[in-house]
């Protein structure tokens, strides 16, 4: 895969194994990413839906990336979300996992995901990507949950990132795509707004809503943890990408079935 080269498919929104201290379990990191890896065209950790991310400490979510990247071994890109409560954290910890990557020598592709609403609001964000990006060479990628917005303590004007600020970010280079939860509406006016960016991706962060109107870049799957190879399969069909001799009527049929199933 060419370098930076966002996948299309299936993405396993990682769960993180917790051990009884509450630090990273590393055999049973091992042991899930041994299951999703033959099945996956991405994995997310630290997600705030199933990776802890938004309870781990910076310390746990280093370890998080040194342990997974050391078993995955570049096969298949990482993203890992770095959004904290603050700019300055959120700085911090993207500066300490850059250096993890660099003293470990990690040549695979990682992409950084960031709910910026978190803790910045729309005003002065393509400014602050400006920054942002040029602390490192690897790629960003936005997320966009109005459901977690809404969870935060603080009461912020909007809980999504604003049409005409998306179609701002999509100038910077490095910012290469977007995993959206939230309505058909507001995805079709985000996909108008980046039509200069046809590289720029959109991932469904919603399966239910994959299911019936797929995205054409693939899904940010929790189930895909309990079934990464159903979860493969449904992507690959939902996208029209099945393998030859998975195409044959009876066969797509009960992938279907496999859809309502999950």
Known sequence: MEANKLPRGLIVD???PLDDTGGIDREGLGALLA?????ADGILLAGPQMGEGRGLGLQFKVELLEKASAFVQGKVPLFFWISE???EATKEL??????ILE???YSGMVFWLDSPLVYHSN???YRYYQDLTAMTGRPFVLYNDAGLIKLLEKQLKRSNIRTNILKDLSRIEKIMALVFRGSLTRVNNYQKALNKRPDFKIYDGDEARFLEHPSMS??????????PRIWST????????????????????????MGQFL
């Not at 299951?35 to 099945?39: C, G, R, W």
């Not at 939902?238 to 066969?251: C, D, H, I, Q, T």
């Open 14 to 16: 990682l769960i993180t």
């Open 35 to 39: 299951k999703v890896l033959p099945h």
């Open 85 to 87: 409560d603050s700019i």
């Open 94 to 99: 993207l500066d300490h996992l850059k250096g």
């Open 103 to 105: 003293s470990t020598g």
């Open 123 to 125: 005003r002065g964000l």
């Open 218 to 227: 693939g899904i940010v799957s929790m189930g895909a943890n309990l079934a």
């Open 234 to 257: 449904v992507t690959r069909a939902s996208l029209g990408v099945l393998e030859e001799g998975e195409r044959k009527p009876g066969y797509v049929s009960q992938i279907w079935e």
